[in-house]
Every structure is written in structure tokens, then in C-alpha cells.
């Protein structure tokens, strides 16, 4: 009776949690204007989001600013572990909680301020004769700025886990101290930086508030592309892309899910 | 060791420390005093409160109290229901327990504008629910825009951002100990309240963090399943700054949502601290 009621529990959370997801793919095969009445399957919603010019453009800034921004905000954070893991333990502190800022704050704060610091730079530098166009650039940027408290959050138990003696023991060796760092300390933290740019990548990926108030008109990702069609009203494309982007996460969650299950295994015959 | 750390510490490269620490400066600490700057500053540069006092402008204290009530309304919601799931989920054997919580996660990972959006679509006049209500000879319920669906809108949303923190938490709970207050006498209630939450208080604190902040501040939500008639404090500060342009008046509403972040970020903290120090003496 116990189990029946403990299984019935999960089964209804799932519902809860996949329903809805369940009726956005429905509604993206609907071959109806109206989106309360089913009028047969059709692909043409599909066709018409992949035609669709300024939703490919917003997928196509999304993909190249998750990249970047993963990429540059994984470099930083690298760096500032490296130095942070070197620093006495009150300046430490300071500095990782003054790091941590973004990640704790509000978005909507986040995005406030770093629109505020922009327009500021910009009205600096037009003064000699430059000025700051939101857009790429900006949106770059914050994006960079609120991943690398995350990329540290991952980086830095790897680091702290380092035993300094291997390192000065391939310079006694005679390594230079690129080649000790290169093939004895980056070993032991790349799996540290690696997670830290995928979680770096997906949460650029899906911020929206951040992006919303430093992107300027005329650029767009995903998100504040589908804020904005929404808001204008029923556009069955948003169907049709939210049942891909859903398919996408599957497979990658699965993906990363397999991966690590094998290295698991293969880690146990060793 | 020791003596080699501090070989290492003395060490410090400014290359390395240069770059992160310029950035801080410039993208993190500047932008904060700006919003203090612009929230206590008018148009002209003068100080003013102003700014902050438009809090007790009706619309504006009600928006606010609206934020507050539906975020502590959806964070206890998380909490009740992502307990009991997170328990179950963390006794399982090893292998079913990493892919069905998998499964619970994954929604979190799909854009958070398109959840809402799912919703829009199952709560409108003419939505899902509605149909399904008239199918079976219903009378049509006004679902949308009611601060109820906005409190849906947050507990859907953040749902699993509450199970992931109870669920680490309770698979690293050593189970040995739930079985040695049975041992000792505890029935299900005094285990439950006296040794599971106690230890389980570290993901419990960061779970409530990570939903209740980012329900009091939301925006989204509210624009999606509020329509413009019911508003949260997120969407009057967004439309300071992207209707009417008044960067003062956003910013000093900022800061006072602001220290409603620091309050609730300092009860949590003394939570977690507090148990840290019971688990320390157990």
C-alpha cells in the first residue's frame, strides 16, 4: 500500500512536470489557426520557424554568444583560481564574495546595473569621439560577467585540490614551468574547467532578464526573441521550436548521463 | 607543506590576478554603485529620497506586497512537494535514482519563457483546461491573469530548482543514523523533524534560496500569465527602465528589493549556520 502510494506520488509529479511540455508538442503538429481546436497533423509550423529569418538569426546569436561568453568566462575563472588559491585567506574571502555577487543577486538587479555601467561607459568614451552600440557586444559581456562566479564554483575545489609538490617536483625534474603546468596541473583541473563551461554554456543558453536589459533593438537570442512573440500573441512557430529545443535537452542530458555512466565503469575495472 | 605554501603564496603573478580582478571592478562593483548612485541621486545629480519613497506609491506597495506574498506562497508549495519526491527519489537503488532524477531535472534545463508559455496555453480562456472543462459540460473558469496563476507559473518553474539541493542533500544523509533514533525509541514524526531536516537543513537553505529569490523578483511570469493586470514588483521596475525611462526611480526600487534579498539571504544563513552546529555536536 505504501509503495502504490509512494509510486502514485512520483507519477503525478512527472504529469505535473511533463504535461505541459506534453501539449506545447501537440499544439506544434496542429494543422489549425485557432490553437483550441485540432485540425489534423502538419509539419508546417516547423517549416515555417526554420524559413522564419529572424528566429534563425536569434538561434544563431544565442549558439555564438554561449560559446564565447562559456569560453572567455572558463579562461577568467581558471585564471582567478589560480591566483585566488594563492592569496592569503581574508583577501580570499573578500574576493570570491565579491565574485559570488552575480550568482546570488537577483537578475533583474544584474541586468540593471550592468545597463546602467554601460550607458556610463558610453557617455566616458563618447567624449573621445567612441561610443557603445547594445547589442553583441554588451550582451557578450554580462554574459561573461555572470558565468564566472559559476566557472569558479567549479574550478576552484579542483584547484584547491592540487598538491604543490607535484608541480615542483617536474621542476626539479627540469620541466619549464609551462610544461609543469601544461602536463602535470592542467591534468588534474580539466575536469573542473570542462564542467565549469558546460554549466557556463547552458546557462547562457537560457538567461533571459540579464540579456532583456542590455541587448539594445535589433539584436535578439532565443529567449527575448520568444518574450517578444509571445507577447504579440499566438505564433505557432514557438511550438514548433520549443518541441526541438526540448528534444535538444533531452539528448544532451541523456548524452552527458551515458558518458559519465561509462567512465564510471571503465574507472571500476581499474 | 606549509613552508611550500607560502614558497607558492609569495608568488603571485599579476598577469593571472590582473584581468579577473579589472573585470570585478569594472562589471560587478561599478555597476553596484551605480544603481546606489542613480537611486539616491534626481535627475539633476541631487540627493533624494524620492526614489526609494515611491515604494509607498499604493500601486507600487501593493505590487510588492503581491511579489512577496506569491514567492512565499510558491517557495512553501516547492518545498512540501519537492520533499517527499526528493526522499523517495534519494532511497532508491543506485542506478534507477540517477535517471529518474535525471528525468525531474531536465525540464530545468529547457528555456524558462517557453514553461511559462506552456502554461499560457493550458490556462487562457480558450486553453486546454477550458476545453476539457467544456467536454464535460462545465461551466468555463476565469484561469489566467489571477495572481493564482502566477503562483502556478513560480512553482512550475522552480520546482526543480528545489528538488536538486533536497536531493544531494539526502543522498548523502547516512541513513544509519535515521535508523539509530528508531533504535532509540523516536517514532516517524520526531525521526523525521529532529534528525532528517536537521541534517538535511544545508539543501533545505539553498533550496528556498533558489526559488524565493527569483519568484520576489520576476517579471516573466507575471507578463505571461498576468496579462498587464496583475503586477509584481519586477514588472514595475522593468517598466521603469524600459517604458518610461526613469533609471532613478528604477534604481531606488531596486535597492529596496534589494534588501529584501539581504534579509531573506541573512534568516537563511542563520538557519544554516545553526544546524551546522547541532550536526557538529551529533
Not at chain 2, 208 to 220: E, K, S, Y
Request: charged share 15%; glycine share 6%; aromatic share 12%.
Amino acid at each position: 500500500m505504501k509503495k502504490f502510494f509512494t509510486r502514485l506520488y512520483v507519477v503525478l509529479i512527472f504529469i505535473l512536470l511533463y504535461a505541459p511540455i506534453g501539449v506545447l508538442i501537440a499544439f506544434s503538429f496542429n494543422n489549425s489557426k485557432t490553437r483550441a481546436k485540432w485540425g489534423g497533423f502538419t509539419f508546417k509550423w516547423y517549416i515555417g520557424m526554420f524559413r522564419n529569418a529572424e528566429i534563425m538569426e536569434a538561434l544563431r546569436n544565442t549558439l555564438i554568444l554561449a560559446f564565447v561568453s562559456a569560453f572567455i568566462a572558463t579562461l577568467l575563472g581558471l585564471m582567478a583560481c589560480l591566483s585566488l588559491n594563492r592569496m592569503k585567506k581574508r583577501k580570499r574571502s573578500i574576493v570570491l564574495g565579491i565574485l559570488n555577487i552575480p550568482m546570488l543577486n537577483a537578475d533583474i538587479v544584474t541586468g540593471i546595473s550592468l545597463m546602467l555601467v554601460f550607458i556610463a561607459f558610453g557617455q566616458f568614451l563618447s567624449r573621445y569621439g567612441y561610443t557603445i552600440v547594445f547589442g553583441f557586444g554588451t550582451v557578450l559581456l554580462g554574459h561573461i560577467t555572470f558565468n564566472i562566479p559559476y566557472t569558479v564554483m567549479s574550478i576552484m575545489p579542483r584547484v584547491q585540490g592540487i598538491n604543490p609538490s607535484t608541480y615542483e617536483a617536474a621542476l626539479d625534474l627540469g620541466a619549464t614551468r609551462s610544461e609543469a603546468f601544461r602536463k602535470v596541473v592542467l591534468p588534474d583541473i580539466l575536469p573542473g574547467v570542462l564542467s565549469g563551461f558546460l554549466l557556463a554554456f547552458t546557462l547562457s543558453l537560457d538567461d533571459f532578464v540579464i540579456t532583456h536589459f542590455i541587448k539594445g533593438p535589433g539584436f535578439d537570442t532565443l529567449s527575448t526573441k520568444i518574450y517578444t512573440e509571445v507577447r504579440k500573441g499566438i505564433k505557432p512557430e514557438m511550438y514548433a521550436l520549443s518541441t526541438l529545443l526540448f528534444v535538444g535537452v533531452l539528448l544532451l542530458m541523456f548524452g552527458i548521463e551515458k558518458g559519465r555512466n561509462a567512465r564510471k565503469k571503465s574507472q571500476q575495472y581499474h | 607543506m606549509r613552508c611550500k605554501e607560502a614558497v607558492m603564496k609569495r608568488k603571485q603573478n599579476p598577469l593571472l590576478t590582473g584581468p579577473y580582478l579589472v573585470w570585478t571592478a569594472a562589471f560587478i562593483v561599478i555597476p553596484l554603485i551605480l544603481i546606489v548612485f542613480y537611486g539616491f541621486t534626481d535627475a539633476d545629480h541631487h540627493f533624494t529620497m524620492d526614489n526609494i519613497m515611491r515604494i509607498t506609491d499604493p500601486v507600487t506597495l501593493k505590487a510588492l506586497g503581491l511579489s512577496l506574498l506569491l514567492s512565499a506562497l510558491a517557495t512553501v508549495i516547492c518545498l512540501i512537494l519537492a520533499y517527499p519526491l526528493a526522499m523517495i527519489l534519494a532511497r532508491m537503488k543506485n542506478g534507477a535514482s540517477a535517471i529518474i532524477t535525471t528525468i525531474f531535472i531536465i525540464p530545468m534545463w529547457m528555456n524558462s519563457l517557453l514553461r511559462i508559455f506552456a502554461w499560457q496555453t493550458l490556462l487562457e480562456r480558450n486553453g486546454v483546461i477550458n476545453q476539457m472543462l467544456a467536454f464535460f459540460h462545465l461551466p468555463p473558469q476565469h484561469l489566467i491573469n489571477t495572481p493564482w496563476a502566477i503562483a502556478l507559473g513560480m512553482i512550475y518553474d522552480y520546482l526543480p530548482f528545489m528538488l536538486l539541493p533536497l536531493y544531494n542533500a539526502l543522498t548523502k544523509l547516512d541513513w544509519n543514523v535515521v535508523n539509530a533514533a528508531y533504535d532509540l525509541g523516536a517514532n516517524k514524526r520526531q525521526t523525521f523533524f529532529r534528525v532528517i531536516v536537521p541534517l538535511t537543513m544545508p539543501g533545505i537553505v539553498s533550496g528556498i534560496t533558489m526559488v524565493f529569490v527569483p519568484a520576489l523578483t520576476t517579471f516573466v511570469i507575471s507578463d505571461f500569465l498576468g496579462g498587464s493586470k496583475v503586477l509584481l514588483i519586477g514588472n514595475i521596475i522593468d517598466q521603469q527602465f524600459t517604458q518610461v525611462g526613469d533609471w532613478n526611480v528604477g534604481s531606488g526600487l531596486s535597492l529596496v528589493l534589494m534588501v529584501f534579498i539581504l534579509i531573506s539571504m541573512a534568516i537563511m544563513q542563520h538557519y544554516e549556520k545553526e544546524e551546522e552546529g547541532a550536526a557538529n555536536i551529533l
